[in-house]
Structures are given as C-alpha cells and as structure tokens.
C-alpha cells in the first residue's frame, strides 16, 4: 500500500511538473513569435502573425491543474509552509495530539473541498460548458484536475494522520527539522 500511495503522489507531482513546463514553453513560443514579430518589422518586412490563441486562459487552467496536482506530494514531502513554532516548543505527546488534530482537520477540509470541486466539475460537464476565449476549451478538463488533487490531498492528509497515530510524529518531520537547522536531510 505505501508503495502505491507513494507512486501515485509522485505521478500527480510529474503532472504538476508537465503543466507549469506547459505553461513555460507556451509563454515562451508566444513571446519568440512577437520578437520574430518585431524584427522582421524592424527589418520592414512582412510580419508572422504567430500568436497562440486563448493563451491567457489555457496558461490560467495549466496553472490550476498543476497547483493541485502537486498538493500531495509537497505535503509528503514536508514542504508545505507551516508555522511550527508552537509545537516545536511543546512536550512530545502535546507535540502529537496537536499534529494529528491539524491533519485529521487538514483530510477533512481538502474531503470537503473534493467533494464541492467533483460536484461543480460535473455541474460544467452536464451544460457543457466552455471556456469564454477564442479557443473553446471545456471547462470540466482542467476540473477534474483539480478534483484528482484534492482527493489525493485528502488521502495524503489522512496517510499522515495515520502515521502520525502510530508513529507520534507525521513522515515529514525529519525534513521540517533539517530544514528548521538549516541542514540538507
């Protein structure tokens, strides 16, 4: 079971990985074709025209997608921003109490969210509903990827809890210590 889980997050992170590198090369194609644009101009020739349409709204879901798909894995990972200056200054047992209430809160938050993002993603396949700009993009695509991140932030919250019920401490708090040192794990 670790292992899948373990892979499953790592997959949504390669996804998130794939839609900002989406989002760079498609701004930088954008921007090359307008300084091809311009030289050519500049040259008193006649210009390309090479624009990528809807890239303001295509750019906006990649970032989306991606901000969602690499929820689990950041958390995993123990680099999501967290204040931990109370719990670094309380006993042990206080220490777990409260690390395993803010992840039992944090499953049941992203739960909720998964659920209200499934519904709306439905809600948008239902109508049929697409984007508003020059390429109609169906707006249910980048949705769903939303949901899958919730979810899988949901079960990455609730692994850790786990974790943190068995163990007393959540799986990424050898990276949060090596980070609060100023070391490499």
């Not at 790592?10 to 992170?13: E, K, M, P, Y």
């Not at 996804?15 to 989002?23: E, F, H, Q």
């Not at 992840?103 to 992203?110: K, V």
């Not at 709306?120 to 809600?123: I, K, V």
């Given at each position: 079971?670790r292992?899948?889980?373990?892979?499953?997050y790592?997959?949504?992170?390669w996804?998130?990985?794939?839609?900002?590198?989406?989002?760079a090369?498609?701004?930088?194609?954008?921007?090359?074709?307008?300084?091809?644009?311009a030289?050519?101009?500049?040259?008193?020739?006649?210009?390309?025209?090479?624009?990528?349409?809807?890239l303001?709204?295509?750019?906006?879901y990649?970032?989306?997608?991606?901000?969602?798909?690499?929820?689990?894995?950041?958390?995993?990972?123990?680099?999501?921003?967290?204040?931990t200056?109370?719990?670094?200054?309380?006993?042990?047992?206080?220490?777990?109490?409260?690390?395993?209430?803010a992840?039992?809160?944090?499953?049941?938050?992203?739960s909720?969210?998964?659920?209200?993002?499934?519904q709306?993603?439905?809600?948008t396949?239902?109508?049929?509903?697409?984007?508003?700009?020059?390429?109609?993009?169906p707006?249910?695509?980048?949705?769903?990827?939303?949901?899958?991140?919730?979810?899988?932030?949901?079960?990455?919250?609730?692994?850790?809890?786990?974790?943190?019920?068995?163990?007393?401490?959540p799986?990424?708090s050898g990276?949060e210590?090596?980070?609060?040192?100023?070391?490499?794990?």
């Open positions: 079971m292992r899948t889980l373990d892979t499953t790592a997959i949504a992170l996804g998130a990985i794939a839609c900002l590198v989406s989002i090369l498609l701004v930088g194609l954008q921007v090359g074709g307008r300084i091809v644009d030289i050519l101009s500049a040259l008193g020739l006649t210009r390309s025209g090479f624009v990528i349409l809807s303001s709204e295509i750019a906006g990649l970032l989306a997608a991606g901000s969602f798909l690499g929820l689990a894995a950041t958390l995993k990972g123990g680099v999501h921003i967290r204040v200056m109370l719990i670094n200054n309380v006993p042990l047992k206080v220490r777990s109490v409260l690390e395993g209430t992840l039992l809160f944090g499953a049941i938050a992203a909720f969210a998964s659920w209200h993002l499934a709306y993603a439905h809600t396949w239902h109508f049929n509903e697409v984007s508003p700009g020059l390429v109609p993009v707006l249910y695509i980048p949705q769903v990827a939303m949901v899958v991140g919730a979810v899988l932030l949901a079960i990455a919250f609730l692994d850790e809890f786990i974790i943190t019920l068995r163990t007393g401490r799986s990424f990276t210590d090596a980070i609060n040192l100023g070391q490499e794990e």
